[in-house]
C-alpha cells in the first residue's frame, strides 16, 4: 500500500495521506540553520548543533509520535470550528491534504469546511533563519471570518539540559515582544549572545508567550485554548515554557486567498553589543530587524525558493542519468544524492531516530559518507577529510568519534575500533580520483589536534595502513580491538554488566581475536595507497603496499575461506566466527561484500561461490541479510551483536550499509543481474508499494530492514543519516552503470543486467561535461572493450579528463564478445 506517489519533475515526493505510519521527514536548511519536518509539520530546528543550539522544543518517543513541531490553527468564527491545515496536532478530519516534499523545503496544505491552507516551509539560501509562507484561500460562496493562530515551543538551547534539568531551567525562560515580533532570550542576560524570534507578516490580535496561557491547564497542542476561546492571553513567559503564538484575524471574500509569512529565526550580536540601549537587558534589534522584515514579504520568499532549488538542481546536475529502470533513475538523480547532502551536513545527528543529542561524528562514518557526496561538494570535501584526518592518533589509530563544533577526538569514546583508519585512505583516494587534486598530499595536518605535530596528510594515510600491520593477530589477520565496521561484534568485550556500553567497556586485549572484514578493507585501502604512491614518484612504496595486500589477501585464503565463503572473525579463544561449524552465526555478509569488492577470490572462483553463498543463505526479498542463523541468545565472547533480538539490527537484519558491498562484489564479478536485483529491494522508491511494511519513507535508504527471523519481516527503520546512502550511489552509479572516476579520467565500465540496452547520462568531472550513451545487445552480460569519444575511438574505458568547459560526448557499444 502507498500513501502518495513521486513527482519527479518537480523533484517532490507527494504524501496524499496524513497518517503515514510513521512521521515521514524532509530536512529544511544545508548551511547553518536547520530543521527536520515531519509530513504532519513536526519536528524541530536548529543553529549548527543539533544539542547545543536547538530552537525549539521536540518530544522524541512521546505518544503519540511526533509532538513539537511548527503549528498553524484555524478557527471559524462563526461556529467555532478548529482545526490544523497539516492535520497534526489538532487532528480535525480535513479533506485535499498534500504533503509535498521537496529538496530543502516542505509544502503542506488541506481544506475544511471551504477553507483551503497550504503552507511553504524553507530555509533561505545564506540566512539562519526559516520561512512559513501559508496561502489561505477562501473558496465559500460566502465571506470567511477567521482567526489564525501559529505556534512553536522555545527549546531552553542545550537539548539535553533542556529535557533533564528542570530544577534550573523552569526558572530561566525570558522573551520580549516588540513590534509584534517574538523574542525569545534565555540566557542572552548572561553568557549567551543569540536569541531566537518568530515574526508574522499580519497585524496581530494577540499574542502569548507562555506556553501553560496558550494551552490552558492540563491541555496539549490539540486543543489549546486560546485558540478554542478564539483569543490570545498577551501572555509574556517568565521561567517555565516560553512559546510563540501570534494570533491573526482575517476576513476573506468569497474565492479571496490571503498570503501570510511566519519567519522563525537565530540570530547572534556582538558581545559588547548585546543590548539596546546599552547597559538595560533589552536586545539589541538593529541588526536583526531587516533580516525579519525582509523575509516577511512574499516576493522575496518566492526569490529564496527559487534560488533554494536552482542551488538543488545546481548539485544534482554532477550526474543525471536515464536507465530502462524509473527507480534507478529516481534514486541516482534525485533522492539519493540529496540523502548523502543530509548526512554530510547532519551525519548521524538529528533525524526521527537520531535524538540530535547523541553521537559526535563517526571517523568510519564521515570518511563513508564522503563517498556519496564528493562529486557535489569537492571542496567541502576536502575540508572534511582534513578535519577527521587531524583527529588521528600519532599511532595511525583514531578516535572513533569526533565532536562536530570543537572538531576534537572524543574521549568518552576513545578508540581501539581497528578498522577506522583504514577508511581515511578510502576517502581520500574517492577525493583524488574526483578531482585529480594529489596536493592535498602534501597538507601539513597534526595528530589528535595538537599544534607542532603536523605531518603531510599522505604520512597520515601510510599510519593507518601501518596501524593494520603492528595489529596482527595468530593468523596474520588484523585484529579487531574493540569492533570492527560492526559496532557490535565485540569479540574482546565479555561484557556482563547490565547497562554498560559494548563499545567503551574495559577490553580484554589478548592479541587473538581478529577481523576477515578488516583484512578485506586492509587490501582495498592498500591498493588504493599503492595507486596513490605511483602517482606520486613513490614507487617504492607502491610496490610496498602492494606487497603488503598481497600478503593480506593470502592470509584471507588460508585462514579466511571457510569452503563455501569467508569466515567472519576468530574469536577471542582463536575459534572461527561465521564458519559453517558454528551452530549460530554461520556466515556474515561483510566479508563476502568486503573481501570481493577487494578483488580477493576473482581470479580463483571462491568470490563466485561465496556470492552464491550469499543469494543461497543471507538474500531475502526485502534485501541481503548480515548475518544467518542469528542468534537466539546472549553470547558473552561475541558482544552486542547477541544482545539484539533475531533479525534486528547487526543480529541479523538486512543491515542495508552492506548491501552496496555486495552489489559492488556481484558487479565487480560480473553479474549485474544479480547486483540490480538486490539494489531494488532495498531501493525505498521500489519498495513504496509496500510502505505499510516498510513503514519509513519511500524516498530515502533506511540502516535497517527487519529481517527473516523477526516477526516483522520488512518493517525499515533508522532511515536518512546512514552509510547506505553513501554506499548505494556509489554501487548503482559507479559499479552498475560503471561511471567511476579514476586518477587519470572517468571510467565507463558498466556491468549492466541482460534485460538493459543500454543506458544515458550526463556527468560532471573535473569542470567538464561527458554526455555518456552505453548501448547493449539487449540479453547480453557485455562488457567495454572501447569508446568512442568525440567521435574518436579509444581502445579500454577510461576517458582522459578534458578542459575545464569542454562538452565530451562518449559513446560505449558493449561488446557482448568481451571477457
Ligand atoms: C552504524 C554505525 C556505523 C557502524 C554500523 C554497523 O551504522 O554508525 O559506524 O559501522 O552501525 O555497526
Ligand atoms: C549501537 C548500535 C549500532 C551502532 C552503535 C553506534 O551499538 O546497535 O548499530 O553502530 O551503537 O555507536
Redesign the pocket.
Known sequence: MRFGHFDDAAREYVIERPDTPLPWINYLGSEDYFGIVSNTAGGYSFYRDARLRRLTRYRYNNAPLDVGGRYLYVRDRAGGDVWSPSWQPVGADVDGYRCRHGLGYSVIGSQRGGIEVETLYLVPLGETLEVWRAHVTNHRDTRADLSLFSAVEFCLWDAWDDATNFQRNWSTGEVEVVDGVIYHKTEYRERRDHFAYFACSEDLAGFDTQREAFLGPYRGWDRPLAVERGRSGDSIAHGWAPCGSHHVELGLAPGETRELVFVLGYAENPVDAKFDPAGSQTIAKARVRPVIDRYLRTDEVEVAWRRLRDHWAGLLDCLQVATPDEHVDRMADIWNPYQCMATFNLSRSASQFESGIG?GMGFRDSNQDLLGFVHMIPAEARARILEIAATQLPTGGAYHQYQPLTKRGNDAIGSGFNDDPLWLVLAVAAYAKETGDLGMLDEPVPYDNRPGSETPLYEHLQRSLRYTLDRLGPHGLPLIGRADWN??LNLNAFSDTPGES??TTENREGGVAESVFIAGLFVLAAGEMAALADRCGRGDEARAHRAAAEGMAEAVRRHGWDGAWFRRAYDHFGNPVGSGGNDEGRIFIEPQGMCVLAGIGLDDGTAATALDSVAEHLATPHGVMLVQPAYTSYRLELG?ITSYPPGY??NGSVFCHTNPWVIIAEARAGNGDRALDYHLRINPSAREEISDRHRCEPYAYAQTIAGRDAPTHGEAKNSWLTGTAAWSFVAVTQWILGIRPDHDGLRIDPRLPAAWDGFRATRRFRNATYDITVRKPRGTRARVTHLVVDGRRIDGNLVPPAPAGAVVTVEAELDPGAP
Do not use: L
Request: with cysteine; glycine share 0%; hydrophobic share 10%.
Open positions: 553521537r559496532d557490535c559494548f563499545q552486542e539490527k547487526e
